[in-house]
């Protein structure tokens, strides 16, 4: 499929309502879908919300608050009944969705990006693979298999999150993929207006817009929007008021050229942004400058890019000599593969 039309979600979760949320996502896949869109993107962490409490207070308060406590209970895992309402809603409206989630697995919350197929079938679940500061008091990391690009009927996918696109290694490594689509996830920018420019959205779109260039592939930018009901829960005194704003909505879509592509949203407005993705205009950016590709130099300067997954517990397996535990290889421990095998370094290509 060379053309089809694409839609970015800027709007509020219910906040720490897992229930109330997934239903406002299905209504917002239904309109999307309505609205002639094959794939749409959700804010990170759009379920069940960010936790701003992070920012605003010491990790003592937002226990005695609740927070953790809440935030743990309404973060998912993937088979939980409501993720198949989800799935349902993905297949019958016969349209693709990428969607932040706050993954819960065993003890421990991840920043996630899940992939969901128009069949309803999972194509991916990410992890963001450093949290940025002090997420890192809630969230655990990814590893190198979350950097991956997916080929779905409409084009080659992939997705990031908020800071990760900071990071230039991460990029390339995206970019090496022929990624076509890509979904650049953020929580809103409502944070510390006039203390952290970088916090705000001038610089955090330039990322998103200077992805696209970079890559030269179409960039989805998803975006919520902090509440007012939001603000008047963790907004407990007024320094903390000082701090988190209501709105921060910037959601945007951008072309292989870098250029924006919908009309923008007000910061404070729900609802999608649309635009037309036209796939042939990518061999056009990438004709001038393809960073992975034909303008590279590979000579002078390489990425090194281990994609296998890691994991803290790998069992031997057994063998005609008995049992084969991790040995180290090429200076990094083996790890198991998706499939369960252990590989090390060399058989990896090294």
Not at 66 to 78: D, E, I, L, W
Not at 96 to 107: F, L, T, Y
Not at 145 to 155: E, K, R
Not at 301 to 324: E, I, M
Request: hydrophobic share 40%; net charge negative; with cysteine.
């Amino acid at each position: 499929m060379s053309s089809f039309k694409a839609a970015a979600v800027q709007a509020a979760p219910v906040f720490l309502d897992l229930d109330a949320t997934i239903e406002k996502s299905i209504a917002l896949i239904e309109q999307a879908a309505n609205a002639g869109a094959r794939i749409v993107a959700f804010p990170e962490t759009w379920l069940p919300g960010y936790p701003w409490w992070i920012w605003l207070g010491s990790p003592a308060w937002s226990i005695g608050r609740g927070f953790v406590q809440r935030y743990f209970a309404a973060s998912p895992t993937p088979d939980h009944p409501q993720i198949e309402r989800l799935r349902h809603a993905a297949k019958r409206a016969g349209i693709h969705v990428v969607i932040g989630v706050s993954e819960r697995d065993g003890g421990s919350l991840y920043i996630a990006q899940w992939l969901i197929g128009s069949h309803g079938e999972w194509i991916a679940r990410r992890r963001k693979l450093k949290p940025t500061h002090v997420e890192r008091t809630v969230f655990g990391e990814g590893d190198g298999s979350d950097l991956s690009v997916h080929q779905l009927d409409i084009a080659r996918v992939g997705a990031l999150c908020c800071w990760e696109h900071l990071q230039p290694l991460s990029r390339y490594a995206m970019y090496s993929q022929n990624e076509q689509l890509h979904v650049a996830a953020w929580p809103s920018f409502s944070l510390y207006e006039g203390l952290a420019h970088a916090l705000g959205p001038e610089v955090n779109n330039a990322a998103s817009r200077m992805y696209a260039v970079e890559g030269s592939c179409y960039v989805l930018a998803p975006c919520a929007v902090v509440s007012q009901e939001m603000i008047d829960l963790l907004c407990d005194t007024p320094d903390k008021a000082a701090l988190l704003r209501a709105g921060g909505g910037h959601a945007a879509i951008y072309g292989p050229d870098g250029r924006t592509l919908s009309e923008p949203l007000r910061p404070d407005e729900e609802g999608l942004i649309l635009a037309d993705i036209d796939l042939s205009m990518i061999g056009v950016a990438k004709a001038v400058a393809d960073p992975a590709g034909h303008y590279s130099r590979p000579d002078v300067t390489r990425l090194w890019f281990d994609d296998r997954p890691s994991r803290a517990v790998v069992r031997p397996r057994a063998t005609d000599d008995g049992p084969r535990f991790p040995e180290a290889g090429a200076g990094h421990p083996e790890r198991e593969d998706a499939s369960g095998c252990v590989a090390s370094a060399a058989s990896a290509g090294e």
